[in-house]
């Protein structure tokens, strides 16, 4: 099982951890509401973790930008 991280704004890899011990719990993801684990955490068929995050790239831009928050994806 691999958990892997993507930038919901430009798709960036961001990251992956392939552990097996890893659980939910250890991620924070309890901490989430459902909606926002509906909206952020996906499963695939190799059992795999996909977690929507951001990136540094775009938080940076966003903090510098604002307004940038309307798009979904940004260009870089
Ligand atoms: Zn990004």
Redesign the pocket.
Known sequence: MAIHYH??????K?GSIDKASIHSESLGLHKLTDQERLEMVAYDSSGDIHITA??????E?LERNPEYHQYDF?I?
């Open positions: 930038c919901h704004h430009c798709g960036t961001i951001i990136c540094e790239d775009c938080q831009a940004l870089h």
